[in-house]
């Protein structure tokens, strides 16, 4: 199974939201968090997410679509 | 002699061998390049240092190469100026300028990193290094693959400037255009990292290449007389260059290279366009909030800094503050620069001067106090960010009279 290790950033507005829950249920995805800090008006996760590659990119897409932002675990890897 | 333990988790402290990784598989925290501190403490001493070469590498038993340096073996040891103009304009005491706008042989501070970087990926067996940038990275990882006859791969936004494409096609690189959002490319190149078995100088080498940056810390101590200042000013983007200077002074004090105590305060500079560390500092907060890059200083616009958090901690352990820059400030800074010491930097140097000023200004730090700006880009890669700004003040023909109206009208503006 694919896998990739993605740290998202909630938003203050998404802080509420039950995001995670929703990966799993409606994406089918395995997730394993591995380190997080969710304050009261901002929060980020380290996780890795598993499953089929088409289940990866409609996730990682509904995330953004919700308005998290999605990285790669180094986060920018593009240097100036 | 065995310097290393090996490389250390900076979040949950869990060891690893010193190979190519650079996150904690545990935590998913970053790795850190662990000494042997008591045995560097019986070798290392400023006699030692001093014996060495006029490069980085005299600090070479405190950097995480245990071979032969492989590539770069003239980066580093660039001037550390006493800017006394610009300290005159400033109305302050004691400026020093501490010059990588000429490190060799790329240009920037980052030959610094790649030199480790590559020479480590050498001692590792690898035969092709890669890197994903904008600028100043590209220029120094392709450079210095040409010198080691390394293969390289150089990953760049399809829309970047001829002109950084060009200065790193230079070195003949293979160089691919990805073509998507930032975040896509960004995105592709972790993968790339992951997929490979190359060296990704600021992915996998992470934790061995940062370490290259510790040498600028090192030379600041040195070249002062092995003093530390009151002030040093950082230009940040992803964080790693502050926080390493700052190790780099603990290092010292630790191994007794420096025994007075220390009372420098760091500072990060960063443009009001991609502030989000200075943010951090001026908000009081631990939580880096990512933000879409906005800046003429593009070597610094890094949204979303892997070591925002490290940075953030050291300017707090060290009691430094931190200053935004408008993009009319780091013009105004470039040309501060040049017109009072003749050192043409690039936009990330003109942010630094920016933050020195308004930091000097708005009383953070003292004018009698002793003070480093952290130069650490070239003029003339950024030619762009002047044009409209500069041009020749005088037109003629060549004739002695058209000189002579010509001076006389200067001189007739000038009153
Ligand atoms: C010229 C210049 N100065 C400073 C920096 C900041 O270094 P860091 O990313 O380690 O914060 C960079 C690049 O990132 C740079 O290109
Ligand atoms: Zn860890």
């Known amino acids: 199974m694919p896998r990739i290790r993605v740290r998202l950033t909630f938003p203050p507005e998404l802080i509420q939201e039950p995001i995670v829950y929703r990966l799993v249920k409606d994406f089918d995805l395995v997730i394993n968090i591995r380190r997080a800090d969710v304050k009261a008006d901002y929060g980020w996760i380290a996780l890795e997410l598993e499953g089929d590659e088409g289940a990866l990119e409609r996730g990682?897409?509904?995330?953004?679509?919700?308005?998290?932002?999605v990285d790669p675990i180094e986060r920018d890897v593009i240097v100036p | 002699m065995e310097k290393l333990n090996?490389?250390?988790?900076?979040?949950?402290?869990?060891?690893?061998?010193?190979?190519?990784?650079?996150?904690?598989?545990f935590c998913f925290g970053p790795l850190e390049v662990d000494y042997r501190y008591d045995t560097l403490k019986t070798v290392v001493t400023r006699a030692s240092i001093a014996a060495g070469p006029p490069s980085m590498w005299r600090y070479k038993d405190l950097l995480p190469v245990e071979g032969d340096v492989a590539v770069?073996?003239?980066?580093g040891f660039t001037p550390l100026i006493r800017a006394q103009n610009l300290a005159d304009e400033l109305g302050c005491r004691e400026v020093w300028v501490k010059n990588d706008s000429v490190c060799h042989p790329s240009w920037s501070f980052k030959d610094r990193v790649v030199s480790v970087a590559v020479t480590k990926a050498r001692e590792f067996g690898y035969d092709t290094v890669a890197c994903a940038s904008t600028g100043n990275l590209a220029n120094s990882v392709a450079a210095h693959a040409a010198e080691g006859r390394l293969k390289?791969?150089?990953?760049?936004?399809?829309?970047?400037?001829q002109g950084k494409v060009l200065a790193t096609l230079v070195y003949n690189p293979t160089l691919v255009a990805v073509h998507g959002?930032?975040?896509e490319v960004n995105r592709l190149c972790s993968e790339i990292a992951d997929k490979y078995r190359w060296a990704f100088v600021n992915v996998n080498f992470r934790p061995y290449y940062s370490e290259g940056s510790k040498s600028y810390g090192f030379e600041i101590v040195e070249q002062l007389g092995w003093r530390t200042p009151g002030h040093i000013i950082?230009?940040?983007?992803?964080?790693?260059?502050?926080?390493k200077i700052w190790k780099a002074i603990k290092e010292f004090k630790?191994?007794?290279?420096i025994t007075e105590p220390v009372t420098t305060k760091m500072h990060a500079a960063q443009a009001a366009g991609c502030g989000p560390i200075v943010t951090m500092i001026r908000n009081d907060t631990d939580v880096l909030v990512p933000v879409r890059p906005n800046t003429i200083a593009k070597s610094l616009a890094i949204g979303n800094p892997a070591d925002g958090y490290y940075a953030y901690r050291t300017v707090k352990e060290s009691g430094g503050f931190g200053a935004h820059a408008t993009d009319e400030e780091i013009v105004e800074g470039m040309l501060l620069l040049a017109r009072t010491e003749g050192i043409f930097t690039e936009t990330?140097?003109?942010?630094?001067?920016?933050?020195?000023?308004?930091?000097?200004e708005t009383g953070v730090i003292q004018r009698t106090d002793s003070i480093v700006i952290c130069i650490t880009g070239n003029g003339l890669k950024t030619p762009d960010a002047l044009y409209d700004r500069l041009e020749a003040h005088v037109k003629i023909k060549p004739s002695l009279s058209a000189f002579d109206r010509a001076l006389a009208d200067l001189k007739s503006h000038a009153t």
């Open chain 2, 234 to 243: 950082v230009p940040c983007a992803g964080g790693s260059l502050i926080t």
């Open chain 2, 6 to 25: 090996g490389l250390r988790c900076r979040e949950c402290g869990r060891r690893y061998p010193a190979t190519p990784v650079h996150v904690c598989e």
């Open chain 2, 348 to 360: 990330a140097g003109g942010v630094t001067v920016a933050a020195a000023k308004k930091l000097i």
């Open chain 2, 152 to 161: 390289s791969y150089i990953f760049i936004p399809a829309d970047l400037e």
């Open chain 2, 72 to 75: 770069g073996h003239h980066v």
């Open chain 1, 60 to 69: 990682v897409r509904w995330l953004k679509g919700k308005g998290v932002q």
């Open chain 2, 181 to 183: 959002t930032y975040d």
């Open chain 2, 254 to 257: 630790a191994l007794g290279l």
